[in-house]
Every structure is written in structure tokens, then in C-alpha cells.
């Protein structure tokens, strides 16, 4: 590989552990500590409202995410898009970080299944794993993809 590919990758790694992208981090994660509060929450009433554990999941997960959706884009990465911007739904990265969610879901269970039942970690530790695993594949995902820089200049 040439040296510029070596180059390229420094800045963007630097980039990512910028003061800029270390702030937006430390904010993923406050915002993904109140997605998981929100989480537990409505898990919590629809289970005491009589609704099952699988339908009570999928419900509180969807809250979740979509708490994660807002706040990301409002707050996290708002610095990255023109101000009017943040107000409305963009559908494009509305469905990017569906799409992530569901590919970081698929990706932890996966994780958590070979770490569990094929390296023999108990689940407490194999969750922290995974967990830090996919918080850093969410985070860098949602800034390079979902809520990518450039996306308010194809809507004007």
C-alpha cells in the first residue's frame, strides 16, 4: 500500500480523536446512557401493563433508538449541520441509523452468542465486551455515515 494510504488513514483517525470527536463521544455515550434509561423504563410499564417480554423489548428498543435518533442529531452531531437543518427529520439519516441500529443489534446478539456459548465468558463480561464494541462502531458509523457533513448541501 502507498504511503498516502497510511497518510489518509492518520487523518482521519486524528480526526477521530480530536477534541472535536472526543467531545461528540463523551456526548454519544451520555445520550446512549439516557436511550438505555428510556429503555428500561418502557420495558419495565409494558411488562407490569401485561405485555410479553419479546414485544415489550422490540417497543422499548424502538424508544430508545428513536430518543437516540433525536438527541444524536440534535445534540451529538448538531455541529455538523446547518442549524435549520436539525429541526426536521432528514428521511435519508433517519433510515441510515435504522439501518445501523439493526446492524449493531444483529452484530451484538451475534457477539454475545460466540463470546457466551464458544468462549465460555460469563454474560456480565461478554455484554461489557460487545457493548464497547458496538458503542464504537455506532459512534464512528452514525458521525461518518449517518449524520455525515455533507448531506445539507444535496437539499439545497
Not at 13 to 40: E, P
Not at 93 to 104: A, E, K, M, P, S
Request: glycine share 8%.
Amino acid at each position: 500500500m502507498s504511503d498516502n494510504f497510511f497518510k489518509l488513514k492518520a487523518l482521519k483517525l486524528k480526526g477521530f480523536l480530536s477534541r472535536k470527536g472526543l467531545a461528540q463521544f463523551i456526548k454519544f455515550n451520555i445520550v446512549g446512557l439516557m436511550n438505555t434509561i428510556i429503555d428500561f423504563i418502557v420495558f419495565s410499564l409494558l411488562l407490569l401493563l401485561g405485555i410479553g417480554s419479546v414485544g415489550a423489548q422490540i417497543i422499548s428498543y424502538i424508544a430508545g433508538s428513536i430518543n437516540s435518533y433525536v438527541m444524536n442529531r440534535n445534540i451529538t452531531f448538531a455541529s455538523i449541520l446547518h442549524k435549520k437543518e436539525t429541526k426536521k427529520i432528514e428521511w435519508r439519516q433517519f433510515i441510515r441509523f435504522g439501518v445501523l441500529n439493526l446492524t449493531v443489534l444483529a452484530i451484538s446478539l451475534l457477539c454475545l452468542y460466540l463470546l457466551i456459548t464458544k468462549l465460555g465468558l460469563h454474560p456480565i463480561i461478554a455484554k461489557i465486551i460487545v457493548t464497547g464494541m458496538t458503542v464504537t462502531i455506532g459512534f464512528y458509523v452514525s458521525r461518518k455515515w449517518v449524520f455525515r457533513e455533507n448531506d445539507h448541501l444535496r437539499e439545497m
